[in-house]
T-cell receptor, first 114, second 112 residues
Framework: NAGVTQTPKFQVLKTGQSMTLQCAQDMNHNSMYWYRQDPGMGLRLIYY???????DKGEVPNGYNVSRLNKREFSLRLESAAPSQTSVYFC?????????????FGEGSWLTVV | QKEVEQNSGPLSVPEGAIASLNCTYS??????FFWYRQYSGKSPELIMSIYSNGDKEDGRFTAQLNKASQYVSLLIRDSQPSDSATYLCAVGEWYTGNQFYFGTGTSLTVIP
């Protein structure tokens, strides 16, 4: 059981370039999330999708866009990368609802913008 | 903005001792509480979840929840060097679109 899979694992971008981080989960979860983690800042929510067909901004959405392609897939796009977006990005998923809201993480994507 | 507060540490304990990690949260209506362990360069992995007041034990780990005090803790008994990691406290709220809020983590070092 793969769980949450995200690609790529490592990426170096030049300022102004665009890229998409891909995420897929095989647990039939309703909710999916993108977080970024920076030293001393903890996990900060960028965007989330509570269910298929919906997306909402989190704490730090500026400079990002997302697409919930279907129930399994949730992608994060950087349209014009900036050095401030250098970070580790985690995709996560959760079943949703009061009885199933544990969140599970992918392995992370290390992004450096130069 | 909902807040989850943890002592950032670092916390150092000798091997075999009890490590105590603490967390407070700001939203009184939060419903679910979690402890995650994160090794350097790795993703967070779930250790414990707790939903009701009181204690929940799983092996060497015990989570304690006190909703009246908005406080959740994690005790690690017989600490091992392999427990050295950052521990993240998280709070879940399903009614706000199934969101999760994380503390910044407590760094634990178990000294052999």
């Amino acid at each position: 059981n793969a769980g949450v899979t995200q690609t790529p694992k490592f990426q170096v971008l030049k300022t102004g370039q665009s890229m998409t981080l891909q995420c897929a989960q095989d647990m039939n979860h309703n909710s999916m999330y993108w977080y970024r983690q920076d030293p001393g800042m903890g996990l900060r929510l960028i965007y989330y999708s509570a269910s298929e067909g919906t997306t909402d901004k989190g704490e730090v959405p500026n400079g990002y866009n997302v697409s919930r392609l279907n129930k399994r897939e949730f992608s994060l796009r950087l349209e014009s990368a900036a050095p401030s977006q250098t970070s580790v990005y985690f995709c996560a998923s959760s079943e949703g609802g009061i009885s199933g809201n544990t969140i599970y993480f992918g392995e992370g994507s290390w992004l450096t913008v130069v | 903005q909902k807040e989850v507060e943890q002592n950032s540490g670092p916390l150092s304990v000798p091997e075999g001792a009890i490590a105590s990690l603490n967390c407070t949260y700001s939203d009184r209506v939060s419903q679910s509480f979690f402890w995650y362990r994160q090794y350097s360069g790795k993703s967070p992995e779930l250790i414990m979840s707790i939903y009701s007041n009181g204690d929940k034990e799983d092996g060497r780990f015990t989570a304690q929840l006190n909703k009246a005090s908005q406080y959740v803790s994690l005790l690690i008994r017989d600490s091992q060097p392999s427990d050295s990691a950052t521990y993240l406290c998280a709070v879940g709220e399903w009614y706000t679109g199934n969101q999760f809020y994380f503390g910044t983590g407590t760094s634990l070092t178990v000294i052999p």
